[in-house]
């Protein structure tokens, strides 16, 4: 059973840094693509960065610059490293993971972690 676990959210001003975590089990590192979701209150979940079974990367606009996604197979923790923090980056956060998972398509995502919050004040 896949398994994934966010950490290192929290609270920053605007143009600050954060790292999320997210621990990962369940299946081999490399089988399954692996993205960052965020939602916004009111707002529909967003994919924002995924990572590919080799390496590839891709991003959304809204984070293209600032953001970076990476993944350490030896630990199994998939991380999300934020710079440039703006007020509009203020949502939840969530890893997830499939084999066929696509960026603009939440509901292409089998298995999410259970999010971690990310404030930016301004």
């Known amino acids: 059973q896949v398994q994934l676990a966010e950490s290192g959210g929290g609270s920053v001003q605007a143009g600050g840094s954060l790292t999320l975590s997210c621990a990962f089990s369940?299946?081999?590192?490399?089988?399954?693509?692996m993205s960052w979701f965020r939602q916004a209150p009111g707002k529909e979940r967003e994919g924002i960065a995924t990572?590919?079974?080799?390496?590839?990367?891709t991003y959304a606009d809204s984070v293209k610059g600032r953001f970076t996604i990476s993944k350490d197979n030896a630990k199994n923790i998939l991380y999300l490293i934020m710079n440039g923090l703006k007020p509009e980056d203020t949502a939840m956060y969530y890893c997830?993971?499939?084999?066929?998972?696509?960026?603009?398509?939440?509901?292409?995502?089998?298995?999410w972690g259970q999010g971690t919050q990310v404030t930016v004040s301004s």
């Open positions: 369940g299946y081999t590192a490399n089988s399954a693509r």
């Open positions: 990572i590919g079974n080799f390496g590839e990367t």
């Open positions: 997830a993971a499939d084999k066929f998972g696509r960026l603009r398509y939440s509901n292409t995502w089998a298995n």
